[in-house]
């Protein structure tokens, strides 16, 4: 990660990135004796590994445009009005491709489903992932190259995170392992920060990534106190635990105060950043549907993550057995604890509960594009008012406009939300069971991730294995078919030049042979060695010869 976050080069930040991925990989598997643990880092490294092509597309297009994978040079070059193959679609095509990589890694739709298979990893690297590994290399990574991208690349950047965010969030709504829910609410706060990139609000993006880190991480470590407490991670198996747990349940409260938003936490200002840049971007272009996905998301996460509260702390004990040896563990496990929690607070970052505008954080951040873009270059993508851009003097008067009415519609989100999850698991008024008919098939719906992993189990993967199998078949049948004939024909040559070899050459010289044997085996009987013999010959051949002569 300090690599990724210090290099210059495209190139580099594609190596980091890669061992991000194995170091991910490596730690998901960490059990891997167990076939949970086994099959979820092969499912991250496979399903990161379609990202990360797309990413490698993007670096090709580069250098073969610019010859250089220095960013620098890059982004001057893109600033001075070159782009690949000179046209901006090629531009628009070439960020997007970089942008795959960062689906993958950030785990948005449709390269989410990793995420909630790797908390089959200990609870300390979930924690770890979630907060400052590799789900924040994908939107850091956005960011670092946010002069790359054209105006239409930011609407459907934003488009993938609001909706990812917004699908996410359905999810946790009824899921009942601890670790799941912390899972898709991470998914669902990537979607909001990768949707304030696409806004154009780069810096609400980084700062929502800092401070979801602190509050991610805590609730993480707090769950895995919960299940070494309890031995499960089924939260129907717990219940009244703020009693036996205190210090559990008072840090896991101040998380998930931080959030949802609460005013007074980090949650409030980040996420303030976020509605902000939003509904000004829909009020100086009219597009809402960002702001929409922000409010239902943040609504969302209200209920679920404190459904998540009171099922696990709240009520009757529903498991005795775990609830009687539950308890607070030592310091080392507290103390993060509460570290953690305490960074949760307004105060530690700046002295204005409203706002995080002004602060060292944000003088920090705003400075980036001093450092990431060549100075005295004008790009048009950024300047333009419905990209949503700093640049933009009526940007930023709508923005402060919008900061007291965001306020009050961001209170009445939690309201809702924590209104909503107080009504159905605390006072009873709203039965949580299953619901039958319609309703019940929404809510399996949602309690089965949207069917995604089935639909890629009966796409992707069995299309992958009947296209092995159909690959299997070609090469038995038909690849090592053709071999077989081949050596057959091979054989039956081979057999018939032998025949040919033995009886057509070796007869015919076996032939030859036996004729010389034959006429010197009759010669050999005139080869007496007595005289006699040899003018008896003479004699007759003489004879024969003045015939032959006297009858012509």
Known sequence: MLGLLSTGSIIFIYIFWELVGLSSYLLIGFWG????????CSKAFITNRVGDFGFFLGILMLFITYNSFDLFFIFDQIGAGKYPLGSEMWLTVTGLLLFAGAVGKSAQFPLHVWLPDAMAGPTPVSALIHAATMVA?????????????T?????????IGGFSALMAATIALTQIDIKKILAYSTVSQLGLMVLAVGVGAYQAAIIHLLFHAFFKAGLFLGSGAIIHATHSQDINDMGGLRKK????FYTTLIYSLALVGFPLTIGFLSKEMILTSSITLGSLSGNYI??????LTSTLTSFYIFRYVFLIFFGEPRNHHAYEHAHDFNIFIKLPLIILAAFCFFFIFTFNPITVHGTWLTDLIFRLPKILLPENVTYSFLTNETAGSIYSEGYAHTMHASEIVVTIISICIISAGIGTAWFMYMKKKLVPKVPEGFLGKVYMFSQKAWYINELYDVTVIKGTMLFATLMTIIDKYLVDGLVNLGAKITMILGKFSAGFDKYVVDGLVNLVAWINGLISMILRKFQTGKVQTYLTLVMVFIVFFVMYIFSN
């Open 33 to 40: 004796f167990k076939d949970e643990a086994a099959s979820a």
């Open 137 to 149: 290399a994908g939107v850091y990574m956005i960011v670092r190259l946010f002069p790359l991208f």
């Open 151 to 159: 105006e239409t690349s930011f609407l459907i950047i934003g488009f």
């Open 245 to 248: 747990m205190p210090v559990t």
């Open 290 to 295: 960002y702001f929409i996905f922000a409010v």
